[in-house]
């Protein structure tokens, strides 16, 4: 599936419900089909500033693609990172950095996952594509 | 006196819905909401005399200059402040305490002198302390607390040496609400000699603020935690020390005489008035000093009181809730964790049901440090919240127990 494809499965996911306790109780459960991190990398390093709860990205890089793991101390921001790594993971850096998340403001959830919520998601999207963009650099060194 | 209901209908923004929910607001300890008569009285300002204070010779901004004074003079009266001279217009707390840091440390501060601070204090009495610390090579000394919320008394009267040369301290835990013993932290440290600041960001609004009865030497408030807008605050100085300190800023209003050679300042109190001030936001404080003497101190005390007691026991029978803060002395704020649910996931939900708290560390990041956490949700309240506000914020809280709990 193309990135967009798979943000289509997303928000029609999230469209079967219409309560937001229901969209909230998806996102949690989201959350824990997270590829979480190995807690080695749970360092500063991988730390994600900006955010009111912790959230630690580990990239990794085959040459080819991209794969993201991930972990949260709290539970709703752990479902937007596991969100972001459906959608953003296992990609090449040219489709990283060429992708537009929309379906952020088509799930039901956008007054809370509004950027401006201290939730850090502009955070992680800022460093995920700082990621492909530090591979593609290395790649064309190559 | 008012009933509740006549009280809420005062403040326009109680009435709202968020959500399609009816908005449940407990986070008077960030800001509070504002009373109907303070947004009549900016909005006043604006439609009919707005003008620059001081200045002109024209009708308008003599109505505007007067106006701006009886603010000060409501000021002064609500605190018990012996001059009018003794009111500084800031625009908030923050500014009143880099203010005071400043001049303090220019005027008085050596290298190897101390300044006391407590472990409850907002980072906005520590940092402009550290900063002249820095500056002036001088260090801050930090008065802890036990397990309640409290400051150690004992440890106080250890740090206090001839080398402390001022002592800032909150009247109340903005973290916590503990309410801290300010009569005796000023009469030990005035045996020695040693002034006080008091910051009253968290204390002014509930009950009394007597800085003649306290003694303090400085006191610091912010408008907007007291019903009035924002980008207002006061310092309070005794004559003594604001005669004595340097400005902080300069500019049009503060000076006496300009030239290129040498300047000298204003009186009190515009030597600390640099610039074109927030008039209109000293006018709506003082409105809002006027309406919170029309409900009468002692009664907002004792609303606050009984709300504190019912939210305590409401929430204190929640399975899995930790309230941090637990002095006997403390005002309406209660401040919490649920065991494994991060504060951030419990705020989110309580938002999404109408409620609003704050969660994270305060702005008091060493009180979480002290306690071993990274923060807590905390709802403030203020003599306008009822107990049904409370029953929801418990039910809201089991509500979210029962989401993250599976």
Redesign the interface.
Known sequence: MTINQVQDKIIEDFSVFED??DK??LL?DMGRDLPLIDPKHKTKDYLIEGC???VWLYPEFNGHNVTFTADS?????RGIVALLIRVLSDRTPDEIIASELYFIDRIGLR??LSPTRS?GLLSMVRQIKLYAMAYKAKTKQL | MKTISEIRADFPVLSRQV?GRPLVYLDNGATTQKPRCVIDAVNNVYTTYNSNIHRGVHALSDIASEEYENAREKVRSFINAAKKEEIIFTPGTTGSINSIAFSFGERYIRPGDEIIISHLEHHANIVPWQMMCERKGARLRIIPIDDTGEIIFDEYLKLLSEKTKLVSVTQVSNALGTVLPVREIIDTAHSGNIPVLIDGAQGVQHGTADVASMDCDFYVFSGHKIYGPTGIGIIYGKEKWLTELPPYQGGGDMVDTVTFEKTTYNELPFKFEAGTMNFAGAIGLGSALDYVLSIGRENIESMEKELLRYATERLSGIRGLRVYGTSGRKIAIISFLLSN?????TG??L??MGIAVR??THCAQPVMSRYGI??TVRASLCFYNTMEEIDMLGTGIEKVIS??E?
């Open positions: 937001w306790i909230y109780n949690i009111q709860s912790k101390d709290a539970i709703i921001t007054q809370n939730n | 959500y649910i991060h504060q951030y996931d989110l939900i938002d999404k969660t994270g990274e923060g989401m993250f599976k």
